[in-house]
Every structure is written in structure tokens, then in C-alpha cells.
């Protein structure tokens, strides 16, 4: 495990957290309730990106 690893754990953290609360971040907030595809289109690039640098951390990429 290196450096990569924890900032992919902290990364699921944040995308955990958007979806608790129902916004996320671009370059501007986004909200589930007003703006639910492009919502869900930017948690999901979050998450992939967050799972990629988890996995990059534990040398599995």
C-alpha cells in the first residue's frame, strides 16, 4: 500500500458523502433533486475514479 491508496479510500469517502446528501462537484455543485442525470453521470465518473486510485494504490493496476 502507498500514498495512493489512502487518497482512493478518502475519495470514497467524498462519493459516499455526495450521496448521503444528494450534491456533488464539478466546477459547481450539482444537486440530485434538480439536476438528477447529470448528477448521477458525475457520481459515477467520482466513484470509478475513486475505486481506479484505490486499486492503483494496492498495485492490482
Known amino acids: 500500500m502507498n500514498l495512493w491508496f489512502y487518497i482512493g479510500i478518502g475519495l470514497i469517502i467524498w462519493v ?13 455543485p ?7 442525470n447529470t448528477y448521477w453521470f458525475v457520481s459515477i465518473i467520482w466513484l470509478v475514479f475513486a475505486i481506479t486510485t484505490t486499486l492503483a494504490g494496492l498495485g492490482m493496476l
Open 30 to 36: 450539482i444537486y440530485r433533486e434538480y439536476e438528477p
Open 16 to 28: 459516499l458523502y455526495d450521496l448521503y446528501y444528494g450534491v456533488t462537484w464539478s466546477f459547481r
